[in-house]
């Protein structure tokens, strides 16, 4: 489990080899069933979890009861809310696995004493912090600037294993149409 979190980890050349073993020692191993919660609406994200296997959707509910999702996270992702873990108030999005998933979970704490230990970690953990914002910035574009078709056809070129992997009520809420519009969609793109 931690050999694939360490191959991560070794990927960006950002830090050294004892810095690499000592992430991976201080991640505690946590298995999700299908249907757990990493974290609720309501409660201050204390972590961040690197997925070893598994996948995991995030959803937030609108003023109308509407779940709506937004990302999901495969193998070999961090996830956490981050907005609660950097602001320390309560979130308002779920973290949910929608299959078995098994993480590697780090603490605000451990990651705090990891920064102060070593420029090389505060420059990952700065790296992590941007790809999360280059892909936030790229999904917020794609749902403002692409047609519901569009969007699907983009994950069946670039993402193909969510369209096996993740239910179809999921998949219709993250392009942003009803199943019943997906159903349509997919009918098109096959014939």
């Known amino acids: 489990m931690k050999s694939s979190f360490r191959n991560f980890l070794s990927q960006f050349d950002l830090l050294t080899e004892s810095e690499i073993e000592e992430m991976v020692r201080i991640a505690s191993p946590r298995h999700l069933n299908r249907g757990d919660y990493l974290i609720q609406a309501g409660m201050v994200c204390q ?17 109308s009861g509407e779940e709506v999702t ?8 961090f996830l956490a809310a981050y907005s609660s873990f950097i602001s320390q108030k309560p979130t308002s999005e779920y973290l949910q696995a929608i299959s078995p998933t098994e993480l590697l979970v780090i603490s605000k704490s451990e990651i705090h004493r990891l920064e102060n230990s070593s420029v090389n970690f505060l420059r990952f953990f700065k790296f992590m912090a941007e790809q999360e914002f280059i892909a936030m910035e790229a999904r917020i574009f ?22 096996h992997l993740i239910p179809l009520n999921h998949l219709a809420s993250y392009i942003g149409v009803t199943q019943r519009h997906l159903s349509r969609i997919r009918g098109s793109i096959r014939n």
Do not use: M, W
């Open 70 to 77: 937004y990302c999901f996270r495969f193998q070999d992702g």
């Open 47 to 63: 972590e961040v979890a690197f997925v070893v296997s598994g996948v995991v959707r995030s959803y937030y509910h609108t003023l």
């Open 142 to 163: 794609q749902l403002q600037q692409k047609s519901s078709e569009s969007r699907y056809r983009d994950l069946i070129e670039n993402h193909p294993e969510y369209l």
